[in-house]
T-cell receptor
Framework: GAGVSQTPSNKVTEKGKYVELRCDPI?????LYWYRQSLGQGPEFLIY????????DSGLPNDRFFAVRPEGSVSTLKIQRTERGDSAVYLC?????????????FGQGTRLTVV | AQSVSQHNHHVILSEAASLELGCNYS??????LFWYVQYPGQHLQLLLK??????LVKGIKGFEAEFIKSKFSFNLRKPSVQWSDTAEYFC???????????FGKGTHLIIQP
């Protein structure tokens, strides 16, 4: 596809369950980012991949959150033992090869609701 | 750490009014600056960006922004708004390279016909 694709678009899960959120970046983009947007807030950086490796995971809130990008394309954000406070829209973005002054393109997000 | 402050959380204007949304950032080094827009039900889209050079940058849909280094500001402007400009506007910074973005809390703009 032409843009960043995120699935599912909506996910409702029970407290304590495990969830996986998927991101398909724009073809050829080597950098991939995950953000979390809570109600009334701007997106908050979680983790950034350059190729297969996590270049910066300083934004992950705790060890219940984990993300992978095994082949340098699709990425999965994994949340263990979900809590009600994890409810938010999870955004994925990708950008072209590393270098100065790159621009990120965003997907539509996955709205996660923990009940 | 970087931070971004957007002064107005909710703005209501009539069509044809002029718009200025404030944005200040905290990081003192080299920064890249962005304005993103999120229309109802849509994904974040880039309005404009500043990396270097001319501090007055023009974006899509008639928007422009001015980088004032001495004031750590990057305010968004549009001389005459339209009803279709109703959206959430986010100012963001990065340190360059492929670093993640730091966003402000956003400004919800409502244009009344």
């Amino acid at each position: 596809g032409a843009g960043v694709s995120q699935t599912p678009s909506n996910k409702v899960t029970e407290k304590g369950k495990y969830v996986e959120l998927r991101c398909d970046p724009i073809s050829g983009h080597t950098a991939l980012y995950w953000y979390r947007q809570s109600l009334g807030q701007g997106p908050e950086f979680l983790i950034y991949f350059q190729g297969t490796g996590a270049a910066d995971d300083s934004g992950l809130p705790n060890d219940r959150f984990f993300a992978v990008r095994p082949e340098g394309s699709v990425s999965t954000l994994k949340i263990q033992r979900t809590e009600r406070g994890d409810s938010a829209v999870y955004l994925c973005a990708s950008s072209p090869s590393i270098g100065k002054d790159t621009e990120a393109f965003f997907g539509q997000g996955t709205r996660l609701t923990v009940v | 750490a970087q931070s971004v402050s957007q002064h107005n959380h909710h703005v209501i204007l009539s069509e044809a009014a002029s718009l200025e949304l404030g944005c200040n950032y905290s990081y003192g080094g080299t920064v890249n600056l962005f304005w993103y827009v999120q229309y109802p039900g849509q994904h974040l889209q880039l309005l404009l960006k500043y990396f270097s050079g001319d501090p007055l940058v023009k974006g899509i849909k008639g928007f422009e922004a001015e980088f004032i280094k001495s004031k750590f500001s990057f305010n968004l402007r549009k001389p005459s708004v339209q009803w279709s400009d109703t959206a959430e506007y986010f100012c963001a910074t990065s340190r360059g390279g492929a670093d993640g973005l730091t966003f402000g809390k956003g400004t919800h703009l409502i244009i009344q016909p």
